[in-house]
């Protein structure tokens, strides 16, 4: 059943999870990254989902970004082994997002790209796609989450694998995308072709995410233009995109970031949110314009 977006307002998505780990000073090695939080330091995944969720927010994501049998594999387990960690971390972080909400939040299941989400390549099969993707998607089933939300989509051919896969399943699917400039998706692909194909796929929404606010502007423009269905924004608040690692060091002021929604909200978005970089005070600013009262 398609999740039901308002037509009043935005949907609020919630704030960076990976920064604000980091600046608890916990560590966060590669590749598994903000995962390892859901086993070595769960009670901060969980005061930082419910920071958000008393900040304002109504869609927790859930801390399963890096969450997957693939990454695993890369940490030097076996087959097996990165599928039974894989289930076992993905799980843990799913009822800690639960935890934080009442049942007025949409949970929403996060999927990463299977390699990291600045690279512009993929360097795996659809056959390798489908293997790890099968068992995320049904994990996430399973722990009853309201929507699948594929993050940082940056690469058209892991697009077309992702469309291909989603063909098969009901539970609604959200798509986030990070692009290289205003007109062209992160590997270089034009993005009036990606948002051609994404047209004509069952994706229920839409999304831009980890750009900077004023990428994210930019492409907006051109999202109005080729895209015919709910659309909305996260983008990252730092200066430019974060380091390899999710490290950020400058960071846009609160007045941009005020700057930034009042010229969003005129094109109604159905979801507008943030991501790396982001705290709880900037999502209660969001819901403080959103509902037209006085920032605190």
């Not at 799980?91 to 997002?97: F, H, N, P, Q």
């Not at 990463?112 to 099968?134: H, I, M, Q, V």
């Not at 007045?255 to 790396?276: D, M, R, T």
Request: proline share 5%; net charge negative; aromatic share 10%.
């Amino acid at each position: 059943m398609p999740v039901k977006l308002l037509k009043s307002y935005p949907l609020i998505l919630d704030g960076a999870m990976g920064t604000e780990l980091l600046k608890r000073d916990i560590n966060l090695p590669l590749p598994l990254w903000s995962a390892v939080a859901n086993e070595t330091d769960p009670d901060f995944v969980y005061k930082i989902h419910l920071s958000y969720v008393e900040a304002g927010a109504n869609i927790i994501t859930t801390n399963t970004f890096r969450s997957t049998p693939y990454t695993y594999l890369k940490t030097g387990l076996s087959r097996v082994d990165s599928i039974i960690y894989a289930e076992i971390n993905l799980k843990k972080a799913v009822e800690l997002a639960k935890a934080s909400c009442s049942k007025e939040q949409i949970i929403a299941g996060s999927i990463a790209p299977l390699e990291d989400c600045y690279s512009e390549d993929s360097f795996f099969s659809e056959g390798e796609f489908n293997e790890s993707t099968k068992y995320v998607f049904k994990w996430l089933q399973e722990e009853g989450v309201d929507v699948i939300l594929f993050e940082t989509m940056g690469n058209y051919q892991e697009i077309l694998y992702t469309i291909n896969f989603i063909k098969q399943y009901t539970i609604p699917v959200w798509f986030s995308l990070i692009l290289k400039d205003g007109n062209q998706l992160l590997d270089g692909t034009p993005l009036d072709i990606v948002l051609d194909i994404l047209n004509v796929s069952t994706v229920e929404l839409l999304l831009l995410n980890c750009n900077t606010i004023q990428l994210s502007l930019k492409a907006i423009e051109l999202l109005e233009l080729y895209w015919n269905r709910p659309w909305g924004v996260y983008p990252n608040l730092g200066l430019s995109n974060p380091e390899i690692d999710g490290s950020m060091n400058k960071f846009i002021t609160t007045e941009e970031w005020q700057n930034f929604i009042e010229k969003v909200l005129i094109g109604k978005p159905s979801v507008i949110g943030a991501c790396c970089g982001s705290t709880p005070k900037h999502t209660k600013i969001l819901k403080n314009m959103i509902h037209g009262k006085i920032i605190d």
